[in-house]
């Protein structure tokens, strides 16, 4: 039972680390870019949108995540005024995604082993 309840309490940590990892990730990406102005609010919006997506893209499928996490990246970005094109906007949008969810996934399996679960 105490491993059930280490397991929920890492995985809600773990979410929190991905939320983290995506916000540090736009506001490196806003910074690159040229954003000055309320670059830490911007990047949480941005991170929180694109958190939405993923979210809601695993709740479909968990390749959705991949598709509606970039998407949500994208449309939030276009708001920002920020000078990129849209397919770069897009593929930074994966990028930040895909990099994101892979440190929090490895993480996360090592959790597990540690434990022992896996």
């Given at each position: 039972?105490?491993?059930?309840?280490?397991?929920?309490?890492?995985?809600?940590?773990?979410?929190?680390?991905?939320?983290?990892?995506?916000?540090?990730?736009?506001?490196?990406?806003?910074?690159?870019?040229?954003?000055d102005?309320q670059?830490?609010?911007?990047?949480?919006?941005l991170?929180?949108?694109?958190?939405?997506?993923?979210?809601?893209?695993?709740?479909?499928?968990?390749?959705?995540?991949?598709?509606?996490?970039?998407w949500?990246f994208?449309?939030?970005?276009?708001?920002?005024?920020?000078?990129?094109?849209?397919?770069?906007?897009?593929?930074?949008?994966l990028a930040?995604?895909?990099?994101?969810?892979?440190?929090?996934g490895?993480?996360?399996?090592?959790?597990?082993?540690?434990?022992?679960?896996?």
């Open positions: 039972m105490i491993y059930r309840i280490v397991t929920l309490v890492g995985g809600i940590v773990f979410v929190a680390v991905l939320f983290a990892l995506l916000w540090f990730f736009c506001r490196k990406f806003l910074e690159r870019h040229g954003v102005d670059v830490t609010d911007r990047a949480t919006i991170a929180t949108w694109t958190f939405a997506g993923i979210s809601v893209g695993l709740i479909f499928a968990g390749v959705g995540a991949f598709v509606l996490g970039p949500a994208y449309r939030t970005l276009r708001g920002h005024n920020v000078d990129i094109s849209d397919a770069a906007a897009v593929w930074w949008g930040i995604v895909a990099a994101a969810m892979t440190i929090t490895l993480g996360f399996v090592a959790f597990l082993y540690l434990v022992g679960a896996v």
